[in-house]
């Protein structure tokens, strides 16, 4: 990566890296144990070091073609789902976005399909569900700049996580990486009003496996996740909700210590497992 982009972003202490399971979109506006846990965290994170900048990969912005970095200065709130309570559909997440840094990361960074640069979208999308529905418990003022990284859904898992690679640099200049997706996400497997520790047998199979991924520090052996047997298709019948995962792995220096924390199921099928790497 060359300087510019991170000559705009003074140096830093190295910011942590974040997956965060986000599950129901209720989350984001309920009085529950994962709100409060990441209202918790965004004031730990805020007594380490003020992040300069917010770049966050969600589940919920899939592309084909590329990879692409939100450009407005202002990205808007995008209420991608239907059949909550209007009270969901009044959030707003009104956080900055940072136009320049986004023009200078997309030049700078490479797809690892065709090693262009990445897309800039400067119209198009905003924040979806998955970014602000859990940036708003950990950063309610919504005074830190936003990024949000699209996922070219057309590409193989190892590209993900290459592209994960090249955002450790990041993390010196004061960029907290935040990922949003879910360990385990089955929803047509769901079953209402279950309890935080109950799940299904492969559920939990597939949740503890890559719990041991990771305190293994086997963290690119996560990108292999689809040849991991019947649990693998049971726990991600899409995948699009793991492949967040590989970009914090991706962004992890080697040796870096591991919390896991939110370690329970939505509807015994949807892990809430998330992890912080510092």
């Known amino acids: 990566m060359t300087s510019s982009v991170l000559e705009a972003l003074g140096p830093s202490p190295r910011m942590p890296v974040l997956f965060l399971g986000h599950g129901s979109p209720m ?7 994962w709100r409060r846990t990441w209202q918790d965290l965004g004031a730990e994170l805020l007594a380490r070091a003020r992040p300069q900048l917010i770049l966050c990969v969600s589940a919920h912005w899939l592309t084909r073609g590329g ?4 450009g407005m200065a202002a990205p808007r709130t995008i209420h991608d789902f239907g059949g909550f309570p209007r009270e969901l559909f009044e959030q707003q ?17 490479r797809s690892p399909a065709t090693g262009r640069p990445l897309g800039v979208d400067e119209a198009e999308w905003g924040l979806d569900h998955g970014a602000w529905g859990i940036l708003q418990p950990l950063f309610p003022a919504a005074d830190i700049p936003v990024l949000q990284l699209s996922m070219d859904y057309a590409r193989p898992p190892s ?9 450790r640099p990041l993390r010196e200049r004061g960029v907290l990486i935040v990922a949003s997706g879910n360990v385990v996400h089955n929803l047509h497997a769901m079953r209402p009003g279950t ?42 019948p899409t995948h699009e909700h793991f492949l967040p995962l590989l970009y ?15 370690t329970g199921f939505q509807g015994a099928s949807i892990s809430m497992r998330s992890m912080l790497w510092s």
């Open 27 to 33: 989350n984001a506006i309920e009085d529950n144990a």
């Open 67 to 70: 990879w692409f970095l939100t």
């Open 93 to 109: 997440y009104a956080a900055p976005g940072a136009p320049a840094v986004a023009r200078a990361l997309a030049a700078e960074l």
């Open 159 to 167: 590209e993900h996580w290459a592209l994960g690679r090249q955002l």
């Open 195 to 236: 309890g935080i520790n109950a799940a299904y047998e492969w559920a939990n199979a597939f949740d503890l496996r890559v719990v041991d991924q990771v305190q293994s520090g086997r963290l690119e052996g996560l990108a292999q996740f689809q040849q991991w047997g019947p649990m693998a298709q049971l726990a991600h």
């Open 248 to 262: 914090a792995a991706g962004a992890v220096e080697p040796g870096e210590a591991v919390r896991f924390f939110n």
